[in-house]
C-alpha cells in the first residue's frame, strides 16, 4: 500500500492512498462557503477523504455521513504516525459543509475517531443558539467586549483604529437598523466566510436581499434586534446549517459577541465579532 506523500495532494479510495498530480499550486479549502467540484463529488458520492499535506498543515476534505470505513481507519493511521505538532484543517460533511481547525495531530485525531464510531449525527434543528452570561470571559471574543467598554459604546475612529490593532476586523461586522429598509450591513470583515462568497458587495445592502439562506438572516436579524431593544450586549454560541452560494449547505460553529453602538451621528448601531470555534456549548 502507498504511504501518504509529506507534501503534495492525495486521495484515499477503499483505503487505497492515490497521489494527485497538479500542474500548478493547488487551492483547496482556501475559499469557504463554495463548491470544489469534483473533490465534493468523491468525498459524498464515493466516501473519498482528498488532502493536501505540507510543512505547515495537513487539509482533509471528507464525509461524516457515508465514509468508507478503509479510507477512513488509513487517514486515522496516517495522523497516528505523522507529527503530532502539524495544525489540521478539516473540510467535512454533516449536515451541510463544516470547516474546522484543529491545532496538532491528536485534536484532530478525536474528530475523526467521533466520525468513525458514528456518534455524531444531523442536528434536529438547522439553526441553533445557546445564549451566555456576556460578561462570561472568552479569549476568541473578549477583546471587542473590552473595547466596547473603553470607548463607552461609541463606534469611533478611534475604536476602529483600536480593533485593527487588536486584529478583529477580519470577523468584524456592523450592522444599522432603518425603518424602512431593515436591517443594513456597515461592515462586514473579510474573514466572514459566507459573505466573502458573495457575488456582490454586501456593505450598504440591506442583510435579507443577500445571497446567504432568508432562513438565517432573518434568524440573527432578531438577535441584533434583541440588543437594539434592550440596550445590553449578548454572547452566543452558534451552530447553523444554512444555504448559501454554494451547491450544498454550508455549516457554521462560532462564538459571537453582539453590542449597541452610537455612531458619530448620534445612531444606534450593533456591532459584533465571531469567532469559528469547535468548543462551543453546542456539542455536535
Not at 76 to 92: A, F
Not at 98 to 114: C, I, N, Q, S, Y
Not at 189 to 218: M, N, W
Request: net charge negative.
Amino acid at each position: 500500500m502507498s504511504a501518504i506523500s509529506e507534501r503534495g495532494m492525495f486521495m484515499i479510495s477503499r483505503g487505497t492512498v492515490i497521489p494527485v498530480e497538479t500542474g500548478a499550486p493547488a487551492e483547496f479549502l482556501d475559499v469557504t462557503a463554495r463548491d470544489l467540484g469534483v473533490l465534493d463529488h468523491l468525498a459524498l458520492g464515493h466516501g473519498a477523504i482528498i488532502g493536501r499535506a505540507g510543512e505547515a498543515r495537513l487539509d482533509l476534505c471528507l464525509s461524516g455521513e457515508n465514509f468508507d470505513r478503509k479510507s477512513l481507519a488509513r487517514v486515522i493511521e496516517h495522523l497516528e504516525r505523522c507529527r503530532q505538532e502539524v495544525p489540521v484543517r478539516m473540510r467535512w460533511f454533516l449536515g451541510g459543509w463544516l470547516t474546522e481547525v484543529f491545532p496538532d495531530a491528536a485534536a484532530a485525531l478525536e474528530r475523526l475517531r467521533a466520525i468513525a464510531s458514528e456518534a455524531l449525527s444531523i442536528p434536529n434543528t438547522r439553526l441553533q443558539l445557546a445564549t451566555l452570561d456576556p460578561a462570561m470571559p472568552c479569549p476568541r471574543t473578549g477583546d471587542l467586549y473590552e473595547l466596547w467598554q473603553r470607548h463607552a459604546g461609541h463606534l469611533s475612529s478611534e475604536f476602529i483604529a483600536d480593533a485593527g490593532r487588536a486584529g478583529m476586523l477580519d470577523r468584524m461586522f456592523a450592522l444599522e437598523h432603518d425603518q424602512t429598509k431593515g436591517w443594513i450591513v456597515r461592515f462586514m470583515g473579510e474573514g466572514i466566510g459566507i459573505f466573502a462568497a458573495q457575488r456582490g458587495e454586501v456593505v450598504g445592502r440591506p442583510l435579507a436581499k443577500t445571497d446567504v439562506d432568508h432562513d438565517y438572516t432573518s434568524w440573527v436579524e432578531s438577535h441584533h434586534a434583541s440588543v437594539l431593544e434592550s440596550g445590553e450586549s449578548r454572547y452566543d454560541h452558534v451552530d447553523a446549517i444554512l444555504s448559501t452560494t454554494a451547491k450544498k449547505p454550508t455549516r457554521v460553529r462560532y462564538r459571537r459577541r453582539l453590542l449597541p453602538f452610537t455612531n458619530n451621528d448620534g445612531k444606534p448601531v450593533v456591532v459584533g465579532y465571531s469567532a469559528l470555534t469547535s468548543d462551543l456549548a453546542l456539542p455536535l
